[in-house]
Nanobody, 125 residues
């Protein structure tokens, strides 16, 4: 049974940083693609960053490029998302997702098979 458990969410002031972690069980992050998505109230879920093990290449949404960093830890079977220079527009519930087959579009929700329950990120101005 595949499970993804997010942690590390919280409240920060604008300009601050947070690191989210996604712990996987029943699946090995070194064999798959893992992505972070976020959903703010009244908005669609959007892709933030992804990493696929085969190449370890990362992909980012334009809105977070150069501020967020995704990384995988094969020994711990986790994928993290380091978020710097957070802005109120980054506030959302952040979800970890996993795809066993490399998605055509790495930041498209339709490409992912397994989802965590999410962790809340709040950014105050």
């Amino acid at each position: 049974q595949v499970q993804l458990n997010e942690s590390g969410g919280g409240s920060v002031q604008a300009g601050g940083s947070l690191t989210l972690s996604c712990a996987a069980s029943g699946i090995t992050v070194s064999d798959i693609c893992v992505a972070w998505f976020r959903q703010a109230p009244g908005k669609e879920r959007e892709g933030v960053a992804s990493i696929c093990s085969a190449s370890a290449l990362a992909d980012y949404a334009d809105s977070v490029q150069d501020r967020f960093t995704i990384a995988q830890d094969n020994a711990e079977n986790t994928v993290s998302l380091r978020m710097n220079s957070l802005q109120p527009g980054d506030a959302a519930v952040y979800y970890c997702a996993a795809a066993e087959i490399w998605p055509d579009r790495l930041l498209d929700v339709r490409g992912y098979d397994y989802w965590g329950h999410g962790t809340q990120v709040t950014v105050s101005s």
